[in-house]
């Protein structure tokens, strides 16, 4: 950026360069800030940006909030009202007028419940309230239905309406208490403690309708949060609109953006309870149907293969024929091969038997002692022996003795 100090003192600007180059000044100079004062001067132009002024009692400065900013506003802020706001200082170059260009704005106050907000939501974070762990499991078919509310608040209205609807016939137990003002916040936590101590139902909601940050911030304390935490009956958060969040909403077993919405999450619908009634009957009706129909099959298959004692024993006597038949076959078989093999053994041993030799005019020689003659060598003259014919013996002496020769 150009020093305007170091410019020579002849060189002459024009507006332009002059607005340009303090309009550079300006949004280097001062980053995003917070500043408060009194609105005055709203004007909302029909492109939807805001014009207006902010002022205290010495002085006051011109301030544009564009149009895609002022949506994010919860209400259209009045002549009059005191407020604080995020802005960034810059100059309207057309005709070098300064102004601020609002990023966000809320009620003068706010900021400090906003800090204290986040200073009690980080202790409580620090010590596990918000844990999931701890979280209860919300009853999905519940007997009774506990409400922490105002009995004069359009939120029990609500939550009542939204249980007539969903289940009429739901128990509803009202522990009331005072949701706004001074010292709301100890009653809140008491009506919490005795309904812990009854344990009278089974789902406890704790509600209030939407209103400003000031307007809910009972349901922002510290003693609150400590009697839900204590809390040992399951415990849904109803508290403002859906944008709204409060302490309780983190300790709260389950959050519900609306009263009504934590009605209808803590009572289930009679008239789905009928349908998933009317789907389980069908499907238990096709499933006994497709049951009978297997076991009918089933029977059918087993009756075929099902036979009479009659015919049982007829099979049985059959398959003895048969299996008596195959043992006469195998035993006539059994016989044949070993009458074979004897016949055969007695042909050799018939072959063998000395006294068939006999018979073809040969004859055994030995001499007195027993032992057989088969060289005329073993012979001496005059020697008696005795020989074996097929039919009968002899005694012979020896005449002569004729060695063979070798």
Not at 161 to 175: E, F, L
Not at 274 to 289: D, E, F, G, N, S
């Amino acid at each position: 950026m150009t020093n305007l100090l170091s410019t020579p003192f002849k060189q002459i600007l024009n507006v332009s360069d002059l607005t340009r180059l303090t309009k550079e000044l300006l949004e280097t100079s001062f980053p995003l800030f917070w500043i408060s004062g009194e609105i005055s001067n709203f004007t909302r132009a029909a492109s939807g940006h805001w014009y207006f002024s902010l002022k205290d009692d010495r002085a006051q400065v011109r301030c544009v909030m564009f149009k895609g900013r002022n949506s994010l506003v919860g209400s259209i802020p009045r002549e009059g009202d005191l407020i604080e706001a995020r802005a960034t200082v810059t100059l309207y170059e057309a005709r070098g007028d300064f102004q601020l260009t609002i990023e966000f704005m809320q009620p003068a106050g706010m900021g400090r419940l906003y800090e204290a907000f986040e200073q009690l939501k980080q202790r409580l974070q620090a010590e596990g309230l918000f844990d999931q762990s701890r979280k209860k499991a919300i009853p999905a078919n519940p007997q009774r239905i506990g409400v922490v509310t105002s009995p004069d608040a359009a939120a029990l209205r609500d939550v009542l309406t939204a249980i007539r609807r969903r289940y009429p016939g739901m128990g509803v137990v009202i522990y009331p208490t005072p949701v706004q003002g001074k010292g709301s916040a100890e009653l809140i936590a008491q009506a919490i403690q005795l309904a812990d101590q009854r344990l009278e139902v089974d789902t406890l909601l704790i509600c209030r309708g939407g209103g400003s940050i000031e307007d809910l911030w009972s349901f922002n304390e510290e003693v609150v949060a400590r009697a839900l935490a204590a809390c040992r009956l399951p415990t849904i958060s109803g508290v403002g609109h859906e944008t709204d969040f409060t302490i309780v909403d983190f300790v709260a077993d389950l959050r519900a953006a609306t009263p009504t919405a934590a009605a209808e999450l803590a009572c289930p619908d009679q008239s789905q309870l009928r349908q998933q009634v009317l789907q389980t009957q069908q499907r238990l009706m096709r499933a006994m149907q497709s049951l009978l129909r297997q076991q009918s099959q089933t029977l059918d298959y087993l009756s075929r293969r099902l036979i009479s004692p009659v015919q049982q024993l007829q099979q049985q006597k059959q398959s003895l024929q048969q299996w008596q038949h195959r043992l006469k076959l195998a035993m006539q078989q059994y016989l044949q091969v070993r009458h074979r093999r004897l016949e055969y053994v007695a042909t050799s041993l018939q072959q063998l038997n000395p006294h068939q030799v006999l018979a073809r005019g040969y004859a055994i020689v030995q001499k007195q002692d027993g032992r057989a003659v088969t060289d005329a060598s073993q012979l001496t003259t005059g020697e008696s022996l005795q020989l074996t014919l097929h039919h009968g013996q002899a005694q012979v002496v020896v005449e002569k003795n004729k060695p063979s020769e070798q």
